[in-house]
């Protein structure tokens, strides 16, 4: 109720320094009658990272995001955002939100919503009047403020929500699918809006089912389905965290499966090519050396990148079939 | 304050929306039309009296007379306000919280630090401030056109408008409580139902005290303005519309005519009167209750 905090304030309150994560869960539960939405949810962001929640349609992430906005209340566990339960309103102070599908009140037009947006974060006349227009510029709609929203289209919501969203110099930012509904226009401009968030020091956490965006943007990430975390960490351990060698060999037998067997484990055998995955890629050169002490010949010995979209299909299917 | 962004915001979205035009320009009709009405009405008995005092007795029944007229037709055009009113808080209160919990609007407002009872108390404050002042000057008129053109005097005007104030703000308040339960088509039918109910409860009740009286109908009446108290208390205001010398008067006494079928000849019991007061405040209260609980 109070409209004491300033923007100023808000920005001084980040967490940085304090050693506060700016999102922490323990054991977050939610079950919607006996469908579980979420299980078991543990994760800790620290201020100033970019986090990508990446899962497929339905893995719990919209979920996860709206009991982080005190939008939804777990069945179990605990989350907090700078050290505070989010369903204190006082706790929101510092996040801004951009809802999937942005969906806004029709009949105002986009300076009426980021005004009343403006007057709930707490905003002054003077801020609302100076911040408002310059909002507007930056996220492309300068002289389409006077329109109404239900006017806008796709492209042009999704910048009102963006500029809504980052309204009150937020601390930390939500971001539930920005990019599912845009052109690559549209898409490269949240890419580039979350790169300036994060030179900010504004910690980002974005719910994405689309991998490249995830790739493009974020620090760390965690793999989400039917609501499990299925594996987490920074993007380059974990798409680098089950590394492969691909052999290309005069012959295939017995033998040399077995030989290289004791290395890895064979994943797949195209005539005389072996993909072999392996825990370190620092096997490649005593392979090299036994594969020609054995007799082999050897045309090529190739570590195989494997992208995040191999992770995580592999992952989701993983679950998916057990 | 947030309640009071969030009342602001419900206005201008009233204003958007069109609600307001349509509103004043079906009100100024319906205004117009009773005054029209009243006029040619008054006119048409004060000159049948004047050329045939045989209708009447004498000068002062001829007087009692025009009075009984102007206090149907006024307590009739309050009853169209009160209807009117009715359903204008019943909509209201029912467009309040479920159509943007359905269209998803309503997520990102309370992503700010904005409290579920303040996003209610806004609502509420809002709509019942625009159905107070369609009340009071739609009523305000009717009134003061009896007045001007037939010297009409009720017996408590304060009372009158306040009661029907009362009124409104109780069809809100079920109205918004449901909203934050049910989705909005279920909410409108549970809603229109509960107020054809609580009509009928009214009628059931009058019909209780046509001679000799039946107690288990009363009863039964009694019941259903507890569920919801609306009619009975329009029926409390249609008292303080009549004005003293009418309610002695012998026509409504003599036990052949107990009133108008719409109004009460019987202020309203002062348990019922209490009961109405808590009404709208319960229902509020339920209404965060539930809200607090509710994930959107």
Redesign the interface.
Known sequence: ?S?TASPEQAGAVAGTGSGVPAIATSGLHKA?GSRVALHDLTLAVQPGEVFGFLGPNGAGKTTAM?IL?????PTGGEALVFGRPPAE?????P?G?L???F??????TGA?LLD??G????LGAPERAARIPELLERVGLAGRGGERVRRYSKGMTQRL?LA?AILHRPELVLLDEPTSALDPMGRREVRELVRELAAAGVTVFLNSHLLTEVEAVCDRVAIVTQGRVVASGPLDDLAGAVAQLRLLLDRVDREVLALVGRHGQVAKVEGTAVTLAVETLDVAPDLARLLVEAGYRLYGLVPVQRSLEDVFVDLVGEVREG | ???L?VAR?TV??AR??RLLLAGAILSVAFVALFAVGFFLLYQDQQRALAENPAVGAGVLAAREELLAISTILVVLGLYGVQFLAALLGLFLGVASVSP?ID???L?????????RL?YLLGRFLALAGLLTAYVVVMSGSLLLIARVVAGYQPGDVTRVVGLMVLQVLILLAVSLLGSTVLPTLANGVVMLVLFGLAWLGGIIAFVATIPPGNELMANLGTAVSLLLPADAVWRGASYHVLPPSFLVASSFTNGDNVGIPFASTQPLAPAMLAWALAYPVACLSLAVAAFR?R??
Do not use: C, I, T
């Open positions: 109720m409209r919607y709206k906005l005190g939008l939804v209340r309103p006082a706790a929101r102070r996040v939100y809802p999937e599908h969906r806004f009140q029709e009949w105002a009426e009343f947006h007057r709930l974060a707490g929500g809504l | 304050m947030n309640a962004v915001w201008l979205e958007r929306r943007e269209s998803g609007a997520h990102a407002v309370l992503a700010r630090p904005l409290s303040e609980r994930d959107l």
